[in-house]
Protein backbone atom coordinates (compact mmCIF):
# COMPACT_ATOMS: atom_id res chain seq x y z
CA UNK A 1 0.00 0.00 0.00
CA UNK A 2 1.17 3.49 -0.52
CA UNK A 3 -0.02 6.47 0.92
CA UNK A 4 0.61 10.48 0.57
CA UNK A 5 0.06 12.14 4.23
CA UNK A 6 0.01 15.80 3.93
CA UNK A 7 0.72 18.25 6.91
CA UNK A 8 0.99 21.83 7.47
CA UNK A 9 -2.08 23.27 6.40
CA UNK A 10 -3.88 25.86 8.62
CA UNK A 11 -5.12 29.65 9.36
CA UNK A 12 -3.26 32.56 8.01
CA UNK A 13 -3.14 36.22 7.74
CA UNK A 14 -3.03 37.48 4.12
CA UNK A 15 0.75 38.17 4.01
CA UNK A 16 1.60 35.32 6.25
CA UNK A 17 3.21 31.45 5.26
CA UNK A 18 2.34 28.20 5.43
CA UNK A 19 4.76 25.29 4.42
CA UNK A 20 3.08 21.74 3.47
CA UNK A 21 4.71 19.04 3.54
CA UNK A 22 3.84 15.07 1.57
CA UNK A 23 5.11 12.39 2.81
CA UNK A 24 4.77 9.32 0.64
CA UNK A 25 4.78 5.70 2.44
CA UNK A 26 4.91 2.51 1.47
CA UNK A 27 6.93 0.01 -1.21
CA UNK A 28 7.80 2.61 -3.36
CA UNK A 29 11.01 1.77 -5.74
CA UNK A 30 10.44 5.55 -7.24
CA UNK A 31 8.79 8.67 -7.68
CA UNK A 32 8.44 10.51 -10.50
CA UNK A 33 6.43 14.04 -10.97
CA UNK A 34 5.14 15.39 -7.73
CA UNK A 35 2.94 18.15 -7.28
CA UNK A 36 0.51 20.61 -5.91
CA UNK A 37 -3.27 21.01 -6.67
CA UNK A 38 -5.57 22.73 -4.73
CA UNK A 39 -9.65 23.21 -4.79
CA UNK A 40 -11.93 25.75 -3.51
CA UNK A 41 -15.29 26.16 -2.76
CA UNK A 42 -17.64 25.46 -6.07
CA UNK A 43 -13.99 25.54 -8.09
CA UNK A 44 -13.00 22.77 -10.33
CA UNK A 45 -8.81 21.94 -8.95
CA UNK A 46 -6.29 22.93 -10.72
CA UNK A 47 -2.51 22.79 -10.75
CA UNK A 48 0.03 25.27 -7.83
CA UNK A 49 2.90 23.23 -9.24
CA UNK A 50 4.91 20.42 -9.97
CA UNK A 51 8.25 19.33 -9.71
CA UNK A 52 10.27 16.63 -11.68
CA UNK A 53 12.58 14.04 -10.17
CA UNK A 54 15.51 15.77 -11.43
CA UNK A 55 13.90 19.09 -9.91
CA UNK A 56 12.45 20.71 -12.86
CA UNK A 57 9.50 22.89 -11.59
CA UNK A 58 6.42 24.28 -13.16
CA UNK A 59 3.70 26.95 -11.54
CA UNK A 60 0.62 28.72 -12.48
CA UNK A 61 0.80 32.25 -13.06
CA UNK A 62 -1.03 33.03 -9.84
CA UNK A 63 1.45 32.00 -7.84
CA UNK A 64 4.48 32.50 -9.55
CA UNK A 65 7.32 34.18 -7.61
CA UNK A 66 5.25 33.75 -4.47
CA UNK A 67 5.09 30.10 -3.93
CA UNK A 68 8.10 27.09 -3.98
CA UNK A 69 7.71 23.72 -4.75
CA UNK A 70 10.42 21.33 -3.63
CA UNK A 71 11.36 17.54 -2.48
CA UNK A 72 13.78 15.48 -0.52
CA UNK A 73 14.18 12.48 -2.57
CA UNK A 74 15.95 10.45 0.24
CA UNK A 75 12.87 11.25 2.46
CA UNK A 76 10.50 10.45 -0.21
CA UNK A 77 8.56 14.08 0.92
CA UNK A 78 7.37 17.28 -1.21
CA UNK A 79 6.80 20.42 -0.08
CA UNK A 80 5.54 23.43 -1.02
CA UNK A 81 6.79 26.82 0.16
CA UNK A 82 3.98 29.50 0.76
CA UNK A 83 4.50 33.23 0.61
CA UNK A 84 2.85 36.06 0.60
CA UNK A 85 -0.69 34.38 1.16
CA UNK A 86 -3.68 36.16 -0.69
CA UNK A 87 -7.11 35.99 0.13
CA UNK A 88 -7.76 33.62 -3.64
CA UNK A 89 -5.30 31.33 -2.06
CA UNK A 90 -7.73 29.29 0.81
CA UNK A 91 -8.43 25.98 -1.04
CA UNK A 92 -8.01 22.47 0.26
CA UNK A 93 -4.93 21.57 -1.11
CA UNK A 94 -3.59 17.75 -2.47
CA UNK A 95 -0.77 16.08 -3.21
CA UNK A 96 0.20 14.23 -6.08
CA UNK A 97 2.39 11.81 -7.06
CA UNK A 98 3.40 9.73 -9.73
CA UNK A 99 4.56 6.31 -8.26
CA UNK A 100 6.86 3.05 -9.12
CA UNK A 101 5.17 0.63 -7.02
CA UNK A 102 6.10 -3.32 -6.54
CA UNK A 103 4.54 -4.51 -9.26
CA UNK A 104 7.10 -2.46 -11.41
CA UNK A 105 4.13 -0.11 -12.25
CA UNK A 106 3.99 3.58 -12.32
CA UNK A 107 0.89 4.98 -10.48
CA UNK A 108 -0.89 8.22 -9.30
CA UNK A 109 -1.50 8.69 -6.04
CA UNK A 110 -3.32 11.95 -4.25
CA UNK A 111 -3.27 12.65 -0.56
CA UNK A 112 -6.26 13.21 1.28
CA UNK A 113 -5.62 17.04 1.29
CA UNK A 114 -4.90 19.90 3.51
CA UNK A 115 -7.53 22.96 4.10
CA UNK A 116 -5.44 26.55 3.80
CA UNK A 117 -7.40 29.55 5.31
CA UNK A 118 -6.38 32.87 4.66
CA UNK A 119 -8.54 35.65 6.59
CA UNK A 120 -7.51 38.74 8.57
Known amino acids: QVQLVESGGGFVQPGGSLRLSCAASGSIFSINAMGWYRQAPGKQRELVAT???????NYADSVKGRFTISRDNYKNTGYLQMNSLKPEDPAVYYCHANILIRTLTWRDYWGQGTQVTVSS
Open 51 to 57: ITIGGST
